[in-house]
């Protein structure tokens, strides 16, 4: 089957690496999510990975800490977690960049747009930390703006339910998957897409965002080929 998405930019919760743990770091979670990516880079996929920092750190939950500095902490954060996956996918031989939007030179590149779009057409995978660099902003609109800097196809939201429901799957067994939705409707219902912000970036620079479930490691690779998972957002 042919490739549907030729440049793609994964999403990931930091959650999601956390496992059952709920909270760090499983290893193991981390090798597997790198595996099912790897399946596409070998298939020529151009990969960029926004992750989030909440297995260790959420700052709109910090309560009297000051908001500028608690989003600096969950900043670093997203970098932890960015190098945790930077290292899974050279387990698995796959050349991979960390760039972070803070300057932290003796770990990660600094976020060059040129010199991220020059990773992404030599093969190289990108992870991209730190969020924007700035506080009041969620790695959701971290992703949406870095995808349209570096002209991704599509946005991967790779979560732990499988697509978008009109209520909390895990409270409500009658809740309602939606196979398709356009940007005006997660708007209009406040769907728990992404966040306004994010969602309405993605919508004016008319970038889809596919939602799916990051359980299966495989889905990566159904989603490259344009197989019908999760919830579309175009």
């Not at 297995?55 to 902490?73: L, V």
């Not at 960015?82 to 031989?93: C, R, V």
């Not at 730190?130 to 349209?148: E, K, Q, V, Y």
């Amino acid at each position: 089957m042919p490739l549907k998405y030729k440049r793609v930019l994964i999403k990931l919760s930091g959650e999601a690496l956390a496992g059952d743990k709920k909270f760090g770091l499983d290893y193991d979670v981390v090798h597997n999510i790198c595996e099912g990516i790897k399946k596409c880079v070998d298939e020529g996929v151009q990969v960029a990975i926004v992750v989030g920092g909440g297995n260790f750190w959420r700052g709109r939950s910090s309560g009297k800490m000051d908001r500028t500095r608690a989003d600096h902490m969950g900043m670093l954060a997203t970098v932890i977690n960015s190098l945790a996956l930077a290292d899974g996918f050279e387990e698995l031989g796959v050349t991979v960049r960390v760039q972070t939007a803070i300057t932290m030179q003796q770990i990660a590149e600094p976020y060059i747009r040129n010199k991220a779009v020059a990773h992404l057409e030599s093969g190289k995978v990108i992870v991209l930390g730190s969020g924007t660099g700035s506080p009041f902003f969620s790695t959701d609109t971290a992703a949406a703006l870095r995808a349209a800097e570096v002209d991704a196809d599509i946005i991967f939201k790779a979560t732990m339910v499988d697509g978008v429901y009109d209520s909390d799957p895990n409270k409500n067994p009658n809740a309602k998957k939606y196979e398709h939705l356009s940007f005006s409707e997660v708007l209009n219902k406040e769907l728990g897409v992404m966040d306004m912000t994010a969602a309405t970036l993605c919508r004016d620079h008319h970038i889809p965002i596919l939602v799916f479930s990051i359980a299966d490691p495989d889905n990566f690779l159904r989603a490259v080929h344009g197989e019908e998972i999760g919830t579309l957002v175009e």
